[in-house]
């Protein structure tokens, strides 16, 4: 795993044990689609990445402008990669992580008044999660109007076209991986 392109571009992120089956970093050419799908640079944009797992997701983020990351995670050997690749790579102070389970951070965020324009979820797929973690984000008030969620789910959940006011704008497939789009209104 690597920093596909900004500030940061080739450098290695550590990844999770290979004994370690539930961690699931997202693929570099994954992430890169994702990214050219998003726009290239992200100009100081906030960000939060939900089930963080190695940080790659809002890492990569932050390699390409963005101006502050929160990464969210409950899973100690995904949080200590997370601190590690965030010290790794310098952006310490522009990360904030969250040791909280995803519903029960999105509460604290969204009571602490805090906005996101860029929201990431690879959830574990076999949670089977999509719906609710699109029901926390919006319960939770923390997208920007006209921000985007981006969910990673197995091609065998269904993402709905539209839930809890966010409208999904397009979806894409990575072998059994899909990628869905969302925006707020």
Known sequence: MRIVAGSAKGRALTGPKPSSGHIR???????ETIFNMLG?????????????????????ALSRG?????????DREALALCRKNTDDLGFTAQVSILAQPVVR????LGKQGEKFELVFADPPYAARVVETVLDAVAAAGV???????????????AAPDAHAGLTREDQRRFGDTLVSFYRAP
């Open 143 to 157: 997208v920007t109007p006209g921000g985007t969620v981006v969910v990673e789910h197995d091609k065998r959940e």
């Open 40 to 60: 290239q640079f992200l100009d100081g944009q906030a960000v939060l990445d939900l089930y963080a797992g190695t940080g790659a997701l809002g890492l990569e």
């Open 105 to 108: 951070a999105l509460g604290t």
């Open 25 to 31: 970093p997202t693929a570099d050419r994954v992430r």
């Open 66 to 74: 963005a101006g502050r990351l929160v990464l969210v995670d409950q």
